[in-house]
Nanobody, 118 residues
Framework: QVQLVESGGGLVLPGGSLRLSCTAS????????MGWYRQAPEKERELVATIGGGSTYYANSVKGRFTISRDNGKDTINLQMNSLKPEDTAVYYC?????????????WGQGTQVTVSS
């Protein structure tokens, strides 16, 4: 079973920075795309950023502030979050798509809490 484990969340002041990491139990070369979602209380899950297929994607709300990257040797993707705002407060989830028994399947981490507050 593929497992994704997030780390790096915490409490920061507005304007601060955090770096989230997601480590996969599989070689991340096997993932067609990986990314980060977030969900704030009583809000819908929101796609934050993806990396795969030689490209990256960012939600408009985080463009210019967040950077997604990968370290293939460590089977890890990262999300560098700068200039954090209170509205960035959410549980952040790592996600990836990979083939399992011939079927492209979504996998999710358990989430890491990011709180931006003064």
């Amino acid at each position: 079973q593929v497992q994704l484990v997030e780390s790096g969340g915490g409490l920061v002041l507005p304007g601060g920075s955090l770096r989230l990491s997601c480590t996969a139990s599989e070689n991340i070369y096997s993932f067609t795309v990986m990314g980060w979602y977030r969900q704030a209380p009583e809000k819908e899950r929101e796609l934050v950023a993806t990396i795969g297929g030689g490209s990256t994607y960012y939600a408009n709300s985080v463009k210019g502030r967040f950077t997604i990257s990968r370290d293939n040797g460590k089977d890890t993707i990262n999300l560098q979050m700068n200039s954090l705002k209170p509205e960035d407060t959410a549980v952040y989830y790592c996600s990836g798509k990979t083939y399992q028994r011939g079927r492209l399947t979504d996998f999710w981490g358990q989430g890491t809490q990011v709180t931006v507050s003064s």
